[in-house]
């Protein structure tokens, strides 16, 4: 049974191959001319008359309409739900396999069925840090929106791709994908929604559309949700059971329950990372920002993170963030306990982050007019022995090393410190500190 990629070309390849002509598949109900506006692809067939054309072109309405039979697609359904199971909280090496197991069964028969699976594809190689092919897969995916947008939309793939690129280390680039994605957001006027948060997210990566990102964050907040993990691991192998039973339908049922007891969680935690990175950028400027906001999102954040064990990482780094806030308030005391806090959720871990945690010591006790040669000495030591994502990052982190040895007094340290900033960007450099530092300030 012919199976080509719109309904137009289904309806035609069935007539034909049961040698049927326009006016005999028109029947006394339809018009010829009418047929043929279908076949062509100029009309789409109502469901009462998809039934009809499916009743006498000997095939299910399902197959006409979606071009696989109703079993096809429930196991279709059930295989994309699993998919997303293993890319929000399985392992993303294996969604991007079983996401690219149903592109190949889709072919080009289902276009839309194979667009939503690449699509899955992609997001699968983002999160295991695949960035570049991730761009070059949402690349294509954007490319094929553009030409056929009955598929797929295009804002989700540029916010994607305005996330990977700010990844990639191409600000200009991620800034101009959110400004494009803000223009189309503005029509349509929402603040509110996994999009709109995802949106948000990747604005405040890159550092552009804080307007939006504080419509954001008051629309949405940073609501309190508890771990579902367990539920939906419960659900998820109760689904799997289900399917190796014969029982699709329960089995996407059961899927789609996991997909959604997971998805208060996901939503809360992507609000404490735009909170976290929000009050990261007023901490950087505090002359430009509300330090009272940053320290209540920053403290709600934080409070979000301590509740999910697998979120440690952004724990720390909230809590490194809450430090920077509280310092910029005037309070070293309070900045040195949640650095602590930090550095007790790093113990074992060689991260950029373990590295700032220890400026915050540092500065906080300048702040104290104490000692802060130990705390810095750390953080070169975790600086130059921990790879850092993208060299904007160690450029920043080297920066502010050298800014806390210059409050110091140790210009020998200092100086290096820039060079190692400056190093981190492609820039090599052999002169004294007094000009590097000049440098770095342009």
């Keep these: 049974m012919p199976s080509q990629g719109t309904i137009g070309d289904r309806v035609r390849g069935?007539?034909?191959s049961r040698r049927m002509s326009q006016a005999q598949l028109a029947g006394p109900d339809l018009s010829d001319s009418y047929v043929s506006l279908i076949e062509s692809g100029k009309r789409t067939p109502t469901p009462v008359v998809a039934r009809l054309?499916?009743?006498?072109?000997?095939?299910t309405t399902e197959f006409l309409l979606h071009g696989i039979e109703p079993r096809q697609r429930i196991d279709t359904e059930l295989g994309l739900r699993h998919a997303e199971l293993e890319l929000y909280h399985g392992d993303p090496a294996v969604a991007a396999e079983r996401?690219?197991?149903i592109v190949k069964a889709a072919g080009e028969d289902n276009a839309m069925l194979a667009a939503h699976a690449r699509m899955g594809v992609a997001r699968s190689l983002e999160r295991q840090?695949?960035?570049g092919q991730a761009v070059e897969a949402f690349e294509g995916l954007r490319r094929e929106a553009a030409a056929h947008p009955e598929r797929l939309a295009d804002l989700p793939l540029t916010i994607a791709l305005c996330r990977c690129y700010e990844l990639a280390g191409d600000r200009l680039r991620a800034r101009d994908l959110g400004a494009q994605a803000l223009l189309q957001v503005d029509k349509l006027g929402f603040a509110e929604g996994e999009l709109a948060?995802?949106?948000a997210l990747a604005l405040v990566e890159a550092g552009s559309g804080l307007p939006y990102v504080t419509r954001v964050l008051d629309a949405v907040g940073l609501p309190e949700t508890e771990d579902r993990g367990a539920e939906v691991t419960a659900l998820w192998q109760a689904s799997v059971t289900a399917a190796e039973g014969e029982d699709s339908a329960l089995a996407v049922q059961l899927a789609e329950d996991a997909l959604a007891a997971g998805r208060p969680a996901r939503i809360a935690?992507?609000?404490a990372r735009i909170a976290t990175r929000w009050a990261r950028l007023v901490a950087a400027e505090p002359e430009?920002?509300?330090?009272?906001?940053?320290?209540e999102l920053a403290g709600a954040a934080t409070h979000v993170f301590a509740g999910f064990p697998s979120e440690r990482m952004e724990h720390a780094?909230?809590?490194?963030?809450?430090?920077t806030v509280r310092l910029r308030c005037g309070d070293p005391q309070s900045a040195a306990e949640m650095a602590d806090r930090a550095l007790d959720l790093l113990v074992g871990v060689r991260e950029p982050i373990a590295a700032t945690a220890h400026m915050v010591l540092a500065e906080a006790a300048l702040a104290r007019s104490e000692d802060a040669t130990r705390a810095l000495r750390r953080a070169r030591e975790l600086l130059v022995g921990t790879p850092v994502s993208t060299a904007r990052e160690a450029a920043r982190a080297w920066r502010m090393l050298g800014d806390l040895w210059g409050q110091a007094g140790d210009l020998e340290q200092q100086a290096e410190a820039y060079r190692r900033a400056l190093e981190a960007v492609g820039i090599r450099v052999n002169m004294p500190g007094s000009t590097t530092s000049a440098v770095l300030a342009r």
């Design 197 to 199: 948060i995802d949106l």
């Design 129 to 131: 840090g695949h960035t």
């Design 269 to 271: 935690v992507s609000a």
């Design 99 to 101: 996401f690219g197991e």
């Design 14 to 16: 069935l007539r034909l």
């Design 317 to 323: 780094r909230s809590l490194v963030v809450l430090g």
């Design 288 to 295: 430009n920002g509300d330090l009272d906001r940053a320290n």
């Design 53 to 59: 054309l499916a009743e006498r072109l000997g095939c």
